[in-house]
């Protein structure tokens, strides 16, 4: 019963690549994210999806796209892959409320190496 | 933008009390505190919002000073379990960033028998 599930763990493609990142929660909450975990263990914000709304960071390359099917879901999708998208790649949920007093629960993260 | 964290590093031997802090240029609404152990998910710890407010969690505490625009973590008779990198993370309000946290670069805690 894994709160936040991300598919697959581990990644290893070539560079020019499409590639997607499947997350689930199962806990109920509105708001997921996308976070980026570079080799210096910087834990950068990529999206944030909140009841069909998405803000996006501005300094993501628009070769990063969430999808989200449901509440429950928010799938990164990555096309042409470059050397530096290599990372760790965390999906995160929250009952994200107007006074942002919730905690963020992790997925276990997706290791993406590039070739 | 993104808050300070100090120390970059530090080591302690088990038992040993350590501090960390977190510092933003703007002013805080709020402070998060995360441990994420090598090669694993960051895990909460705990939110402070108010000005002033303590929290605890175990020997783990947390204090939040928001006209100084800073939190500290306070570890007590550290464990080993207590191993991991620690992240503040914060919420600003004003940025188009919705509810996510802009985080801290970490601080490395390495507890030794």
């Known amino acids: 019963d894994t709160a936040v599930s991300q598919t697959p763990k581990y990644l290893v493609t070539q560079m020019g690549n499409d590639k997607s990142i499947k997350c689930e929660q199962n806990?109920?909450?509105?708001?997921m994210y996308w976070y980026k975990q570079d080799s210096k263990k910087f834990l950068k914000i990529m999206f944030s999806y909140n009841n069909k709304e998405l803000i996006i960071n501005e300094t993501v390359p628009n070769r990063f796209s969430p999808k989200s099917p449901d509440k429950a879901h928010l799938n990164l999708h990555i096309n042409s892959l470059e050397l530096g998208d290599s990372a760790v790649y965390f999906c995160?949920?929250?009952?994200?409320?107007?006074?942002?007093?919730?905690?963020?629960?992790f997925g276990d993260g997706t290791r993406l190496s590039i070739l | 933008q993104q808050p300070v964290q100090s120390p970059q590093a530090v080591i302690l031997r088990e038992g040993e009390d350590a501090v960390i802090n977190c510092s933003s240029s703007k002013a805080l609404y709020s402070v998060h505190w995360y441990r994420q152990k090598h090669g694993e998910a960051p895990v909460f710890l705990m939110i402070l919002l108010k000005g002033g407010e303590q929290k605890g969690h175990e020997k783990i505490s947390a204090s939040f000073n928001e006209k100084k625009q800073q939190s500290s973590l306070y570890l007590t008779a550290s464990q080993l379990s207590y191993s991991g990198t620690y992240f503040c993370?914060?919420?600003?309000?004003?940025?188009?960033?919705?509810?996510?946290?802009?985080f801290g670069k970490g601080t490395s805690l390495l507890v030794t028998p």
């Open positions: 993370g914060t919420v600003d309000p004003n940025s188009n960033s919705g509810y996510a946290l802009n």
């Open positions: 806990l109920g909450h509105d708001t």
């Open positions: 995160a949920s929250s009952q994200g409320g107007t006074l942002s007093n919730q905690p963020q629960h």
